[in-house]
């Protein structure tokens, strides 16, 4: 019986080996294939449809044509969004952009980025159309900006002003008995205050109260822009929850009016001069980028765009985090390829590992010698996303990006009840008295609590003195607006810590015109995306990995998780206060 189980099981795995072989063999062939019968027709409608995460740049994936649900991959990437909407600005053949933004999920800095793009597209005298079934705030910024804006009739509307919500753990930490150790510098750097209070400290209440205001400014100010509508009535309509449905929308001008999917293609199909919807060439903002893939100009120069996106991490990294060894070696690369005339960091941090910060931030400094490098910040470059900004030619940010917080902090965990609680004793054996600090089974005497502490201050004063030299700002000025205060892009170039403000196109011009390249040049993203073998074996690795520790833990599979994310924040941290998420 044993060995007709294992002949089965060799057969299945042939079979599942042989089917997965002829995937990846489609799929590339496919992609291939696509690639060349893209064909973009006169009159053609680019329908973009923000229904993903949006991220700073999309990967291949080697099933987006495959007729398989989900195939089209899961995110949608800023910077390809971008690119297809400029393209389009100036291509003959697309005659408007039809706009569904109904879930859109992107930071507020990245889809003011979207929203400015659509903005100059306008501006070319092409239409936009936007229609969406329903709208969530992100969603309305975006869509603000079309021509008529559609919602329908049995629609729904959030428009009700923003919060931030920040959850707690102390009490948890305490029922299985963990004890935090804390230390940090600066009032407002309260990333620990998840672990050690209730409720927010004042410090932390104030400055999320004044950011939170910040952006939040800038976005009615934005919507105010393109609806000719003033701020007051905006805020008054927020305020008193006056918007829920279509009509009330239609209403109070938020939109142009309601109107069933059907009516907004006869709408587009009157601007086109075309009698039959049907004969509406309609272009996914997918397949476009596929055909300006193969029409991408060359010229020797380049800018180098090093897309850094996720928490800093020591080492190489992985896709969605930014490794010190692998940055590092980026910028280095771009600092010696003599092709390379400039060079712009592209940051979309929290911070994350103070070490891997200073790691990237040297070879910033170094590069910073012998060629232009400028940061363009995104959603949220703050802590250490700043830490690695700070040392930059330009600093350019968005109103509505998250930043600051020049601070660190220090953790470690005390499981000493935790494993009294399962029976669990221990004996050391040292050679040197303290040769046991941080072992998370005993609690830190008060003299290894000023060994760490002096050491974090120490931290401080590193991150303070680069950011005063990088800044060109006196010591004592950058303190003012440092301990770990965070603000709105508006309020940093207000207090000198940003200097531009903008997005990734002005930071590329400050790049190009510093480089003094004129129009000879094109811009190459890093780090390269991995090819399409190496994805597919990347990702199914992570998937049995995944699947073997949800099979093996069960219910404990997301307390592992979390307990994870706890160990990476062990040790000097350059970390926004919390995870911010704006609602």
């Known amino acids: 019986m044993r060995f007709l189980i294992n002949v089965l099981a060799t057969l299945v795995g042939l079979f599942l080996f042989f089917g997965i ?19 973009i027709e006169s009159n053609s409608i680019l329908r973009i449809e923000l229904d993903k995460p949006i991220v700073e740049r999309e990967t291949e994936q080697p099933f987006n044509y495959l007729p398989f649900p989900g195939a089209d991959g899961g995110v949608i990437g800023l910077i390809n969004v971008k690119e297809a909407i400029e393209a389009a600005r100036e291509d003959e053949r697309i005659k ?7 879930i859109a999920s992107g930071g507020f800095a990245s889809l003011k980025e979207i929203r400015d793009e659509l903005l100059e597209f306008k501006e070319s005298g092409k239409f936009i159309i936007s229609y969406s079934e329903m709208m969530s705030e992100r969603a309305y910024y975006v869509a603000s900006v079309a021509d008529e804006l559609y919602l329908n009739p049995e629609g729904i509307m959030e428009f009700n002003g923003f919060f931030v919500e920040t959850p707690f753990i102390k009490g948890t930490l305490e029922k299985i008995g963990i004890e935090p ?54 805020k008054s309509v927020a305020d008193s929850v006056k918007v829920n449905s279509a009509k009330e929308a239609a209403q109070y001008k938020l939109v142009n ?118 940061a363009s910040m995104s959603d949220v470059a703050a802590s250490g996303g700043y830490y690695i900004a700070m040392g930059c030619d330009t600093i350019v940010a968005q109103p509505n990006t998250i930043t600051g917080s020049i601070g660190i902090f220090a953790m470690a965990f005390n499981a000493t ?40 201050d120490e931290g401080y004063e590193t991150f303070v003195d680069k950011a005063a030299e990088g800044r060109d700002m006196s010591v004592d000025a950058i303190k003012a607006v440092a301990s770990g205060r965070v603000w709105s892009g508006t309020q940093a170039k207000e207090r000198k810590l940003v200097d531009v403000l903008g997005g990734l196109d002005d930071a590329v011009q400050i790049a190009v015109e510093k480089a003094g390249l004129a129009d000879d040049y094109r ?14 074996m990347k990702e199914l690795n992570q998937e049995i990995t995944t699947y073997r520790l949800k099979s093996e833990l069960g219910l404990a599979y997301p307390l592992i998780q979390q307990l994870k994310e706890l160990e990476s924040m062990e040790g000097i941290q350059a970390r926004l206060p919390y995870e911010i998420i704006i609602k």
């Open 96 to 102: 408007g952009i039809y706009l569904d933004a109904g």
């Open 257 to 374: 009016s309601t109107a069933y999917y059907d009516e907004v293609l006869a709408n587009i199909a009157s601007r086109l001069d075309i009698e039959d919807v049907e004969d509406i060439s309609f272009i996914s903002l997918s397949k476009y980028q596929k055909a300006l893939e193969n029409e991408s100009s060359y010229s020797r120069n380049r800018i180098a765009v090093i897309v850094a996106n996720g928490q800093i991490l020591p080492g190489e990294g992985e896709g969605t985090t930014i490794g010190g060894e692998t940055f590092a070696k980026e910028i280095r690369k771009a600092r010696l390829d003599d092709n390379v005339k400039a060079v712009v960091l592209r940051i979309n941090s929290p911070g994350g590992s103070a070490l891997a910060s200073d790691v990237i931030w040297r070879e910033v400094v170094l590069t910073k010698e012998v060629k232009p490098i400028i």
């Open 523 to 536: 811009v190459k993203y890093y780090p390269e995306t991995k090819t399409i073998l190496e994805q597919i």
């Open 417 to 456: 009840e935790l494993v009294n609680k399962l029976g669990v004793t221990t004996d050391i054996v040292k050679t040197s008295p303290f040769a046991d600090i941080l072992n998370p089974t005993s609690e830190l005497t008060e003299y290894e609590r000023r060994v760490i502490q002096r050491y974090v």
């Open 181 to 234: 150790q804390i230390f940090r510098v600066g009032d407002f750097k309260s990333a620990v205050e998840p672990f050690i209070r209730e409720d927010m400290s004042v410090e932390s209440r104030q400055q999320t109260e004044a950011y939170l205001g910040s952006l939040y400014t800038t976005y009615l100010n934005d919507i105010a822009a393109a609806t000719k509508q003033s701020v007051t009535t905006l």
């Open 21 to 39: 072989l002829t995937l990846i063999l489609v799929g590339v062939a496919t992609t291939a294939a696509s690639q060349q019968d893209v064909n």
